[in-house]
């Protein structure tokens, strides 16, 4: 799962297929984000199409997923919990290590309440 990695992806070219590890990527930020078949791999993922379901549901269930995001995104989408706590468990992503290649990444872990 990856957000707000614009500045790091753009400058990759669009010739060359890139792998950012064993499984699929689940994209939440930039245009990428709003394409069909985002959608059809959350549902592949969790059985349910809509971002909200899908990522509670990675959270709470898929301990494999890893979350590569920047801080402004991860405190977006722990407000964005917070907000629809009435929908579900209380998420709450804690920052982890940063990723070696662009320090304004980091990989968060998902900590369920």
Not at 6 to 34: C, E, I, M, T
Not at 70 to 98: C, D, H, I, K
Request: overall charge positive; charged content about 20%.
């Amino acid at each position: 799962m990856m957000a707000g990695t614009n500045d790091l992806l753009k400058s990759l070219s669009p010739f060359r297929v890139y792998s950012v590890g064993a499984g699929p990527v689940l994209l939440l930020s930039g245009w990428q984000s709003h394409d069909p078949s985002q959608a059809a791999l959350r549902r592949q993922l969790s059985g349910k199409a809509g971002q909200d379901a899908c990522l509670r549901y990675l959270a709470q269930f898929s301990q494999d997923t890893k979350w590569l995001l920047s801080e402004e995104t991860a405190q977006w989408l722990n407000r964005r919990f917070r907000y629809e706590a009435g929908r579900g468990p209380v998420v709450v992503l804690r920052p982890g290590m940063r990723l070696a290649a662009d320090s304004t990444l980091r990989f968060y872990q998902p900590l369920v309440r």
